[in-house]
C-alpha cells in the first residue's frame, strides 16, 4: 500500500508543479526597463502597478514623433537629427521608412535639425507631419513616400520649425511651431516670426494663429470631445500645460493652465512637458520631467511612467492598450489598462 501512496503523492506534486508553471507569465521578448510610479490611487485604473516598460528599438540619436499606422498595423517615428523616419512592427521590426524624412536639399547652415518631427496617421491612410526641416506642414503617403505640402507660412512669413500636430476629425489640424530646428534657435538669422506660435491650419489652407505668448510651444493633443486643446510649454523656467477652450471652427474662447511641472523639474527627472497621448476617458498621458506623466480630466497628477531617461513623445498603438515611448535613444512601450483615443473599448 505504500508504494501507491507514494506514486500518488509523487503525481500530484508534479501535478501542483505543473500548475504553477503554466501560470507562470512568459519570458520577455525585449529588455525590461524603469518601472511605473503612482501618485493617486486612482492610477492603478489606467496603468497595471506591475506594468512591464520593454525597449523594442535603440540606437538612435533622439526619437520622436510615434504614430501608428492601423493600415498595415505599424509604428512610425522620426529621429529627427538623423533625417530619418523609422518603422517597427512586431513582425518585422525595425526598418528605415523614408530618409531624408525632412529637408532634401543641400547642407544648410541655418538648420539645427533637418528632419521631420511629429506624425499622426489620418482615416484615409495617409499621414500627417509636423516637417520641421522644411518648415512646413505635410501629408506623406505611405505607399509612395512622398510628402505633400500643407502650409508653409503665417501671414506671408515662413513657420519656424514646426514641431507636433493633432487632426480634428473634421481635417482641421492644429500644431505648434517653436524654433528648436533653426540653429540659434530664436536668434537665428532665418527666423521670419518674432514668437513661437499655436496655430490651426482649417481643410481649406487658412492658417489661423491661437496663440503667439508661448515660450516654447511643443507637444499637443486634442479631447475626447475635441472642445479641448493641449500644448506643453518646454520651457524650464515655466514648464506648464495649457488648456485651450475651443469652439466649432477651432477658435479659441478661453485658456487657463492645466498643469504645471514646475515642483519636480530637475536632473533627479529628466525631461520636461513634451509631445502626449490621448486616451478615450479623457486621461492625459504627457512626457514630462521623469518620463510619461498621467493626468485625470480636471489635471490631477495620477502616476508615471517612467523608462529611465526624457521621454519626447508618445502615441498608442495595437488595439489601443499599448502605449509607445520615443524615449531619446530607444523606442519603447508599455501595457496599459486605458484605451486610446479613436480605439474600440
Known amino acids: 500500500m505504500r508504494f501507491p501512496n507514494r ?26 526597463i524603469g518601472h ?55 513582425r518585422d521590426g525595425l526598418s528605415v521608412f523614408l530618409k531624408p524624412s525632412g529637408y532634401a536639399g543641400p547642407p544648410l547652415e541655418a538648420l539645427r535639425e ?28 505611405p505607399a509612395t513616400r512622398r510628402k505633400t505640402p500643407l502650409a508653409s507660412a503665417y501671414d506671408g512669413r515662413r513657420f519656424n520649425s514646426p514641431n507636433d500636430l493633432v487632426r480634428r476629425s473634421d481635417g482641421v489640424v492644429f500644431f505648434t511651431d517653436p524654433p528648436y530646428g533653426l540653429k540659434g534657435g530664436d536668434t537665428s538669422p532665418v527666423k521670419e ?44 523656467a515655466r514648464p506648464i500645460w495649457t488648456a485651450y477652450t475651443l469652439d466649432a471652427r477651432g477658435a479659441v474662447t478661453g485658456k487657463r493652465i492645466f498643469a ?18 490621448m486616451a478615450s476617458d479623457g486621461r492625459l498621458f504627457a512626457t514630462g520631467p521623469g518620463g510619461v506623466l498621467v493626468f485625470a480630466p480636471d489635471g490631477r497628477r495620477l502616476g508615471r511612467i517612467e523608462t529611465g531617461g526624457p521621454v519626447a513623445n508618445c502615441a498608442f498603438g495595437d488595439h ?8 531619446h535613444t530607444i523606442l519603447a512601450r508599455v501595457r496599459v489598462k486605458a484605451t486610446g483615443l479613436g480605439f474600440a473599448p
Open 320 to 327: 489601443g492598450h499599448t502605449l509607445y515611448m520615443t524615449s
Open 114 to 141: 533637418a528632419g521631420a518631427n511629429g506624425l499622426q496617421a489620418e482615416p484615409s491612410g495617409s499621414v500627417l507631419l509636423a516637417d520641421s526641416g522644411n518648415r512646413s506642414i505635410a501629408r506623406l503617403d
Open 260 to 277: 504645471d511641472a514646475s515642483d519636480i523639474v530637475g536632473d533627479a527627472n529628466p525631461g520636461l512637458p513634451d509631445g502626449m497621448a
Open 7 to 32: 506514486a500518488l503523492l509523487a503525481a500530484a506534486v508534479l501535478a501542483l508543479f505543473a500548475c504553477c508553471a503554466k501560470r507562470q507569465p512568459p519570458a520577455p521578448r525585449f529588455p525590461v
Open 36 to 90: 511605473v510610479t503612482a501618485f493617486d490611487p486612482a492610477f492603478s485604473e489606467t496603468v497595471p502597478a506591475d506594468a512591464r516598460i520593454e525597449r523594442i528599438a535603440a540606437g538612435f540619436t533622439w526619437s520622436e514623433g510615434p504614430a501608428w499606422v492601423r493600415d498595415g498595423g505599424y509604428l512610425l517615428f522620426n529621429d529627427v537629427p538623423q533625417n530619418t523616419m523609422y518603422r517597427w512592427s512586431e
Open 193 to 236: 516670426l518674432r514668437f513661437n506660435g499655436v496655430y490651426r491650419l482649417d481643410p481649406d489652407g487658412g492658417v489661423h494663429l491661437l496663440d503667439d505668448s508661448l515660450k516654447l510651444p511643443n507637444g499637443i493633443a486634442l479631447s475626447p470631445d475635441e472642445r479641448t486643446l493641449y500644448v506643453a510649454n518646454t520651457d524650464p
